[in-house]
């Protein structure tokens, strides 16, 4: 079972012949900013989000909890602004450089992964 929709997938075919998908159609995108290389987020996209995030300029993500695109920034105001985006050796993730305008967590934080380091050597 998919959880985007079907169809025909809207990216330039080479893009869309190399990416490696999840059972649900869906790869791990990781935004980072890019003049100071802070990792900000971890969302997941599908072809159409990607396709969407290469045309626009602006992240736009599948939220699996509901079911819907969006693009960052819309509600929140704190927009990714896209630098560049690459596919990693397994081409089954994509790094998106951003400009982050605001906050890129949800819970207002600059960052989603602020929330405390784990304790190593234990």
């Given amino acids: 079972m ?4 079907a169809g025909p997938s809207p990216l330039d075919p080479e893009i869309a012949a190399r990416l490696k998908r999840g059972a649900d159609g869906l790869f791990p995108a ?8 802070e990792v900000l987020m971890l969302g997941w996209m599908d072809d159409e989000a990607l396709h969407r995030t290469l045309t626009t300029g602006r992240c736009t993500y599948w939220s ?3 079911r819907e695109y969006w693009v960052k920034g819309d509600t929140s105001g704190h927009v990714q602004y896209v630098k560049s ?4 050796c397994d081409a089954d993730t994509v790094l ?3 400009d982050q305008v605001g906050a890129a967590c949800h819970t207002g934080d600059r960052t989603c992964f602020d929330a405390g380091d784990l304790p190593l050597g234990q």
Wanted: aromatic residues 4%.
């Fill in 30 to 37: 990781i935004a980072q900013q890019y003049d100071t290389g």
């Fill in 2 to 5: 998919t959880s985007t929709p």
């Fill in 96 to 98: 998106v450089k951003v």
């Fill in 64 to 66: 699996r909890s509901r």
């Fill in 85 to 88: 985006v690459a596919l990693d």
